[in-house]
């Protein structure tokens, strides 16, 4: 089964500069990897998602996430956040056998004005 | 286009009692998904219905069961209730079973327990 790890569980950053939340992941095969942000009492939303198409994977809101075999991570990134960024986001990978979706820990982004 | 719906929003039961969750599926979405996602952590899988039969479980125990009707809407079931049952539930629809990867969330239901 795969596993992902996200690396912060906090990250902060000021409003216009870049974001980076960084997640790895461990399988022994090719991996379908995603990330969702959860705002509050909103449901979770789908950003992006990595199905061995390309390696950078582009999403909604200007963020991107690029897969990088050798390291094994599947970071977020964004070149420029904006206060409405601020929310929780969960790297996720998929257990192919039981179709399930496995979540990470979560990164809870802060936007200082 | 009716996205996923859940009901209640919210719910306060006592330890030993049973509940029951719904969730209405985005339109034309026969599969579906629980989630439990305990304060501060990321979502679990419980379960997953495909055409009204159980297709896959996580590591929750069988007092935790679940129904899809014929309309692909679903019900979520707790028996015998814990303190470590408080958390949001998550439902999720997907177009098939093949079409796991991209699921559509519900708002949640808030259990807590006491």
């Known amino acids: 089964a795969q596993s992902v790890t996200q690396l912060d569980s906090h990250v902060s950053v000021s409003e216009g500069t870049p974001v980076l939340l960084r997640c790895n992941y461990s399988s022994s095969y090719s991996p379908s990897l995603f990330w969702y942000v959860q705002h509050p009492n909103k449901g979770l939303q789908l950003l992006l998602k990595y199905t061995s198409a390309a390696t950078l994977v582009k999403g909604i809101n200007g963020f991107e996430a690029e897969f990088k075999k050798s390291e094994t991570s599947f970071h977020l990134t964004k070149p420029s956040a904006h206060m409405s960024d601020a929310a929780e986001y969960f790297c996720v990978g998929m257990d192919t056998g039981r179709r399930a979706l496995t979540f990470g820990s979560g990164t809870r982004l802060q936007v200082q004005p | 286009e009716t996205g996923v719906t859940q009901s209640p929003t919210h719910l306060i039961k006592t330890r030993g009692q049973q509940v029951t969750l719904r969730c209405s599926s985005q339109s034309g979405h026969n599969t579906v998904s629980w989630y439990q996602q305990a304060l501060g952590q990321g979502p679990q899988f419980i379960f997953q219905y495909y055409r009204e039969e159980e297709n896959g479980r996580g590591n929750f125990p069988p007092r935790f069961s679940g129904l899809q009707f014929p309309n692909y809407s679903s019900e979520l079931n707790v028996n015998a209730l814990e303190l470590d049952d408080s958390a949001l539930y998550l439902c999720?629809?997907?177009?098939?079973?093949?079409?796991?990867?991209?699921?559509?969330f519900g708002p949640g239901t808030r259990l807590t327990v006491t």
């Open positions: 999720a629809s997907s177009l098939g079973v093949d079409r796991s990867y991209e699921q559509y």
